[in-house]
C-alpha cells in the first residue's frame, strides 16, 4: 500500500541555519505531494505542493522537489527562523487511493534564536 | 473567509459519556475526514465521507460514528466504546482532488 516516511525529529536548528527534512513515499501510481505545518494547538496547515514529477513548490522561503527517480520530496529552506519551530507532515494523494491522503509521522522542528 | 469550523476547542467527557465533537465547513467540499492525533505521533484516520448520506471507516473506527446529513457538517461522536478517547481531533475537507483543508482542532480529556 502506500506509504510516507520521514525522517526522525526532534530537529533542533540555531536561527538562519540551513533546513532539511527528508520525506519518501510508495505509492502504486502517480501521487500528487505536500508538505503541511502544524503550529502548537492548532489543526494543519498546507505549506507547499507539487503535482507531478520534477515540479518544484515554493512557499515562505521553504520549497521541495517532486523526485520520481529516488521517490523523496525532501523539505529545505535556506535560513531558518523562531517563527518556523513547528511539526512538519509530509503527505501523498492518489486517484487510485480514492484522493484520501496518506500522512507521514511528523518532524517536530525547534529553531532557537 | 470560506473554511472549516471545529468545536468546541476544549472538550471533557466523563467515563461512560458519549460525546459529539462538531465539524461544519463552507467550502463546498465534498469530501470530509476525522483524524486523530496522539502526543508526539501522526494522524490516523477514524472515518471519511466522499459525499451526502456516505461515509467509511478509516483506520481506527472502532468506538466511534459519524453521520453526513449535511454535505456542510460531519460530526463525530466519541462513544463509551472508545477505551482511550483523550486525544486531538482534526477534521478536514477536499474538493475531491488537490489539498485537505484543516480545522484547528478539538481536545478531548477523559476526567
Known amino acids: 500500500g502506500n506509504s510516507v516516511t520521514q525522517m526522525e525529529g526532534p530537529v533542533t536548528l540555531s536561527e538562519e541555519a540551513f533546513l532539511t527534512i527528508n520525506c519518501t513515499y510508495t505509492?502504486?501510481?502517480?501521487?500528487?505531494l505536500f508538505w503541511y505545518v502544524q503550529y502548537p494547538g492548532e489543526g494543519l496547515q498546507l505549506l507547499l505542493k507539487?503535482?507531478?514529477?520534477?515540479d518544484k513548490g515554493s512557499n515562505k522561503g521553504f520549497e521541495a522537489t517532486y523526485r520520481k527517480e529516488t521517490t523523496s520530496f525532501h523539505l529545505e529552506k535556506g535560513s531558518v527562523q523562531v517563527s518556523d519551530s513547528a511539526v512538519y507532515f509530509c503527505?501523498?494523494?492518489?486517484?487510485?487511493?480514492?484522493?484520501?491522503?496518506?500522512f507521514g509521522p511528523g518532524t517536530r522542528l525547534s529553531v532557537l534564536p | 473567509d470560506g473554511g472549516i469550523t471545529q468545536s468546541p476547542k476544549y472538550l471533557f467527557r466523563k467515563e461512560g459519556q458519549n460525546v459529539t465533537l462538531s465539524c461544519e465547513q463552507n467550502l463546498n467540499h465534498d469530501a470530509m475526514y476525522w483524524y486523530r492525533q496522539d502526543p508526539g505521533q501522526g494522524l490516523r484516520l477514524i472515518y471519511y465521507?466522499?459525499?451526502?448520506?456516505?461515509?467509511q471507516k478509516g483506520d481506527i473506527a472502532e468506538g466511534y460514528s459519524v453521520s453526513r446529513e449535511k454535505k456542510e457538517s460531519f460530526p463525530l461522536t466519541v462513544t463509551s466504546a472508545q477505551k482511550n478517547p483523550t486525544a486531538f481531533y482534526l477534521c478536514?475537507?477536499?474538493?475531491?482532488?488537490?489539498?485537505?483543508?484543516f480545522g484547528s482542532g478539538t481536545r478531548l480529556t477523559v476526567v
Open positions: 507539487a503535482t507531478k514529477a520534477d
Open positions: 478536514a475537507s477536499s474538493p475531491g482532488m488537490g489539498s485537505y483543508t
Open positions: 503527505a501523498l494523494s492518489e486517484e487510485n487511493y480514492g484522493q484520501n491522503f496518506v
Open positions: 505509492a502504486t501510481g502517480y501521487p500528487s
Open positions: 465521507s466522499q459525499i451526502v448520506n456516505d461515509f
